[in-house]
């Protein structure tokens, strides 16, 4: 099991991925370079190199659910 300390809240918005701050640099409404069909892909198992645009920051993401992206290390 995954600790809360590795979630990160996410939102859809128009089809496309976004975090309200980067948890790495604080960044403001950030954009993710992830689709909607590739969350879905990380819930059925596959894990994601997903690199933020504003920092260049590269965690792995393991799962993720309606609500949060669950990373291979801790963002809070």
């Known amino acids: 099991m995954i600790p809360f300390s ?3 809240p996410y939102e859809i918005i128009l089809g496309d991925v976004y975090v309200q701050s980067c ?3 604080h960044t403001e409404n ?5 689709k909607p ?13 997903l690199v933020f645009p504003c ?4 965690p792995v993401v393991v799962d993720s659910d309606g609500d949060y992206l669950l990373f ?3 963002v809070r």
């Open 23 to 25: 948890p790495f640099c």
């Open 55 to 58: 920092c260049s920051e590269r």
């Open 72 to 74: 291979d290390r801790a």
């Open 37 to 49: 069909k590739e969350l879905q892909s990380v819930r059925e198992g596959k894990k994601k190199l």
């Open 6 to 8: 590795h979630a990160w």
């Open 30 to 34: 950030v954009l993710l370079p992830m």
